[in-house]
């Protein structure tokens, strides 16, 4: 299957999995948790510093796609995939990130009205950076030139989206499963999105003559950046493990991608000739953090 389509594919099955939590406010499959302000503990008149109006007016996100107004709820078809031209695809793809952005206006407002004026601050700051990383990050991931770009880039902002909802929250996502590529072109990439905005794929690029493979994991950091830990991109088939060996000329354990920079390292995976389950096909090439999220096979 086409790397770039199973991806959308993927973060769209969970998409549809946060749509079902984000139809009561009392799920708890939502993973949200409603603050409540904090006794005053005094008989004065006066309420307490986490209960007093905002010193900063909460900021709502606006689409750069559907300005003039706060993210809101639009109600889309369950497939995108399913309208008959680029341009409705595009625009459902992009209702759908609209939809959860304004989840995750529900969620920072809550986290807002019971912080301090530095924290009402941050997240004012780090809303303002994701929400303009996103578009950097997603139109470096497809540069065909092409008409697919508009909906690629499209599908790529309500995987964003719904990373961010899911980090937010505190929901751990489901392990995503994606396809490998011996495409160069990141456009053919099949990409996990990490709750920071990050875009991490997957590049065949040839065997080694031990019987392994050489592999070259693509990152374009999110609005933090990315800190690059090639301890965490292995293969694994069971119990069996393959670390692999750093190419040069990559950096060392620590390189910071920059927010909506393209970092690629390669790893050459020599004992692949050794996992005793290889004629199974169950193993993959994993990026695990700390429990494995995302698996390339």
């Not at 079902?20 to 009392?26: I, V």
């Not at 904090?38 to 300005?67: K, Q, R």
């Not at 997603?138 to 902002?157: E, H, K, M, P, V």
């Not at 293969?235 to 750093?246: E, I, N, Q, R």
Request: hydrophobic share 40%.
């Amino acid at each position: 299957m086409h790397g770039t389509r199973l991806a959308v594919l993927t973060m769209s099955a969970i998409a549809v999995g946060v749509l079902a939590g984000c139809s009561s406010s009392t799920s708890s499959a939502s993973g949200a948790a409603t603050q409540s302000a904090p006794a005053s503990g005094s008989a004065s008149s006066t309420p307490p510093a986490s209960a007093a109006t905002p010193a900063v007016a909460f900021a709502p996100i606006v689409e750069p796609f559907d300005p003039g107004h706060p993210a809101r709820a639009v109600t889309t078809p369950a497939s995108c995939g399913s309208l008959g031209t680029t341009l409705a695809i595009e625009k459902c793809y992009e209702d759908k990130a609209e939809t959860w952005d304004a989840q995750i206006d529900l969620v920072q407002q809550n986290r807002y009205q019971s912080a301090s004026l530095a924290q009402q601050t941050a997240i004012g700051d780090d809303d303002t950076a994701w929400l303009e990383a996103r578009q950097t990050v997603c139109a470096r991931a497809y540069q065909t030139s092409g008409t697919i770009d508009g909906i690629n880039i499209a599908a790529c902002l309500l995987d964003e989206s719904t990373a961010r909802l899911l980090g937010l929250r505190g929901t751990v996502p489901p392990e995503a499963v994606l396809k490998s590529t011996d495409s160069t072109s990141l456009s053919d990439v099949a990409w996990y999105t990490t709750p920071e905005g990050s875009r991490i794929g997957l590049i065949d690029t040839q065997g080694d003559s031990t019987g392994g493979v050489i592999m070259a994991w693509v990152v374009i950091g999110g609005w933090q950046g990315f800190v690059v830990n090639p301890a965490q991109f292995f293969f694994s088939d069971g119990a069996f493990t393959d670390k692999g060996v750093l190419q040069p000329p990559a950096a060392a354990t620590g390189y910071r991608v920059a927010a909506g920079a393209q970092y690629q390292f390669t790893v050459d995976y020599s004992h692949l000739s050794s996992d005793p389950n290889s004629a199974k096909g169950s193993g993959g090439f994993v990026y695990a953090p700390g429990n494995p999220v995302a698996v390339w096979r």
